[in-house]
């Protein structure tokens, strides 16, 4: 009705109260995300089927301007006694004017209703009026005096009075003592009676609270004590507590944290009591579930925020592992309702999340996720279409570091030989086990709406999931898990991710490079529903496999029978991605760390500006080089070996040396550190056991003459000598007795 109405009748000071509390039904269905209540609130004859989000919130802000609008009219002129002739006719009863009327009339619906909607409405239309009639101090104190001397108290319109006049009287003295009497009364209710007396005082408490912005106390130091030692007994008693005490607990006990963060006792343990047990026996199927996180989360962030004071610092570390398991357990039941809904989070949901991934991510170590059962179900998120972006990506980021940990493991168990044949290395089968019963993407996909392409979100997500097991693993192990995506990579991942950067022409534009940092994508802050940020993340997918696998993508584009299909990955690949490849296989041999590995007094690498590195192993001052130069559409073609310089080694195997690091380069996914350091243990194999044992004719390792190594033994003193140096010596000596027994050879 309130849609076809025409401005004049919405200008109607008797439609005021409707058009009020239309708006505030209207803004808690928008918050619970109901589309049932958009419906019954919206009744156009135009609607024909689901009302789209926008048209609610449009109304929304259609019905606030005319409340806001209207309600300014009659503010503006109010006279200076107002207030106070106002505030002393809700409780005798007698209005003297239109407004006054109007606010009765309300005042005695909350009066005579079980609902707390008129009561919110009485709420909002005083704190309308107090703000567009520019009232003092004064003022907003007879509306709290009203408040106070209400007989029987009436909680609802309580409530109502100290929210809207918190702004206005916080600092009065009548608001101050309403909140000592309210706090008084409630450290004296009994724990039979916190589920009803308890509940009415906390939601007093919650309602008097000052603005998040003033950073003003509540309650005195030694009331808030008083308080917090009576809800302690309301917690150890036998009594049971409901959920709605719980969660007005942690409301509260918020706003009390920074009052009584200095005194001594156990009131910070009663806290984080409410914490634990609030995060552990909440139920996120449930309406009340996630509205109790979001108080929870919010009392947790402030005890964390005031651990600069030493006695905050000590309680929280006493109950670390308490809260990293409550946290965990947290976020695990939102990943599994999340898993089981499809439906986009409501306001709340959503700040609860974004709220609850900041906590973990702060507080909770990977390795808290790190059992088979926690870890199936960070995958099953990851794997699911869902809506809850900022949720699935956090267990993305949880399941790849708990991956690495793992990889780790592997690697060092590899390392010593003590992987046992339960444990053998390989990927996540759930999550290949997914990716097996996917479809690979083609152009009709951007045809689906928006809300459809968190499937294609998803399915990226695994592919991250996937190659996050290349990224601490070692040779042995990435040979391991390459073998298991053969298949994937070539049917699903590589023509799919060429479906997104390719778009489609006229309609969706390929995707320009230049635009994006390929190796760094944060996929926090991606819109599934984008086009540029799917195609940007697809980008980035295709460049780690570059990064862990270039022997099955080379594979793969040299099979293409596609050939404008061949051209776009040429192009793409050398324009794009071989840059900062070679920029990346380099970084790695500047690394302090690497160089350490490979330079010594032996081995020495330069790094050129041709893409190219120079690697040089000196035997007895005599270098031997070889040189990996890397072409300018790597990985597509593979790294290029160069024979620089033999010495000491014979042609054939000095060709095996070289086919070696070429096959690791080339087929096993190698870095150029790897190959590199294959060709230093090929060097230091071959001339180990060397130093000491010159020959004694030429006094050298190396031969001058011919680059060859000391072979041939003395058979009485077992000295060996170079073969061109032994037949020179015989030839001019004129003697076939060794140089140094003089034994005939």
């Keep these: 009705a309130c849609m076809e109405m025409s401005e004049d009748t919405m200008s109607s000071i008797d439609v005021l109260p409707l058009l009020a509390l239309t708006a505030l039904v209207l803004e808690d269905a928008l918050i619970a995300g109901d589309t049932k209540i958009w419906l019954q609130v919206y009744r156009s004859s135009k609607t024909t089927a689901v009302m789209d989000r926008g048209i609610a919130e449009s109304f929304l802000v259609r019905l606030v301007h005319t409340v806001t609008r209207r309600l300014s009219m009659l503010a503006s002129d109010l006279p200076a006694s107002w207030h106070e002739s106002a505030a002393q006719a809700m409780l005798n009863g007698s209005p003297s004017d239109a407004l006054t009327t109007l606010m009765h009339s309300v005042w005695t619906h909350a009066m005579d209703s079980e609902s707390v909607g008129f009561a919110r409405l009485f709420a909002r239309l005083l704190a309308g009026i107090l703000s567009l009639s520019s009232a003092s101090t004064t003022d907003a104190e007879m509306w709290v005096r009203t408040g106070m001397r209400m007989r029987p108290p009436h ?147 402030t005890l964390y925020d005031l651990r600069t004071h030493e006695h905050v610092r000590d309680t929280i570390e006493q109950h670390g592992h308490a809260l990293q398991d409550a946290l965990r357990d947290a976020f695990l039941g939102a990943c599994i309702h999340a898993s089981a809904s499809r439906g986009t989070p409501n306001d709340v949901q959503d700040a609860s999340m ?22 199936e179900v960070l995958t099953k998120l990851v794997c699911t279409p869902s809506t809850n972006r900022q949720l699935q990506v956090a267990a993305l980021r949880m399941l790849g570091a708990a991956t690495h940990e793992r990889v780790r493991e592997q690697v060092v168990e590899i390392s010593l030989g003590s992987l046992s044949t339960s444990s053998a290395p390989e990927l996540n089968a759930s999550l290949v086990s997914s990716l097996k019963k996917a479809i690979a993407l083609t152009p009709a996909l951007w045809e689906e709406v928006e809300d459809d392409r968190s499937t294609v979100f998803s399915f990226l997500l695994q592919w991250l999931a996937v190659l996050d097991h290349f990224v601490e693993a070692s040779l042995p192990l990435r040979t391991v898990f390459a073998s298991e995506l053969q298949t994937l990579l070539p049917t699903q991942l590589l023509p799919s991710v060429f479906v997104l950067i390719s778009g489609v022409p006229r309609d969706v534009p390929a995707l320009d490079g230049l635009r994006y940092a390929l190796d760094e994508v944060d996929v926090a802050q ?220």
């Excluded at 974004?354 to 088979?372: I, N, Y």
């Design 155 to 301: 909680t609802p319109l309580a409530c109502a009075i100290l929210s809207a006049t918190r702004t206005h009287a916080y600092d009065s003295p009548s608001h101050e003592r309403w909140r000592n009497e309210i706090a008084a009364n409630l450290s004296g209710v009994p724990p039979a009676r916190a589920n009803t007396d308890g509940v009415n005082g906390l939601q007093m408490l919650r309602c008097a609270a000052a603005p998040w912005s003033a950073g003003r106390a509540l309650i005195p130091t030694q009331r808030a004590v008083f308080v917090l030692q009576g809800l302690q007994r309301w917690i150890t008693s036998d009594d049971d507590l409901s959920e709605t005490v719980f969660a007005l607990l942690a409301s509260v006990l918020t706003e009390f944290a920074p009052v009584v963060q200095s005194v001594p006792g156990r009131h910070l343990d009663l806290m984080l009591d409410v914490v634990e047990e609030n995060m552990h026996a909440v139920d996120l199927d449930e309406d009340t579930g996630w509205p109790t996180l979001y108080l929870t989360l919010g009392l947790l962030n």
């Design 354 to 375: 974004v709220l609850l991934t900041e906590l973990v991510d702060m507080h909770v170590p990977s390795s808290r996720f790190a059992s088979p059962e926690d870890q």
């Design 526 to 745: 991606l819109t599934p529903a984008s086009v540029p940020a799917l195609q940007g993340l697809a980008a980035h997918v295709y460049y780690r496999t570059l990064v862990h696998v270039p022997t099955q993508v080379r594979d793969w584009w040299m099979s293409l029978r596609d050939r404008q299909l061949s051209m776009r990955v040429a192009h793409f690949t050398s324009r794009f991605c071989t840059p900062v490849l070679a920029e990346r296989e380099l970084r790695h041999l500047r690394d302090p760390a690497a160089l350490s590995r490979l330079q010594d007094e032996s081995m020495s690498v330069r790094i050129l500006a041709s893409n190219e590195v120079v690697a040089t192993y000196t035997v007895d001052e005599h270098p031997m080089e070889i040189g990996v130069r890397l072409p300018s559409d790597y990985p597509l073609h593979g790294v290029e070996i160069r024979d620089l310089k033999r010495v000491g080694v014979s042609e054939a195997q000095w060709r095996a040396w070289l086919l070696a690091v070429q096959q690791l380069l080339s087929g096993r996914n190698g870095l150029i550190l790897d190959a590199l350091t294959l060709f230093k243990k090929n060097a230091e194999a071959k001339f180990q056991g060397y130093e000491g044992a010159e020959c004694a004719i030429c006094y050298s390792i190396i031969s001058p003459t011919d680059q060859s190594l000391p072979t041939k033994p003395c058979r009485t003193c077992k000295h060996k000598f170079h073969g061109s140096c032994l037949f020179k010596w015989v030839s001019t000596s004129g003697a076939s007795t060794c140089p140094l027994c003089r034994s005939i050879l």
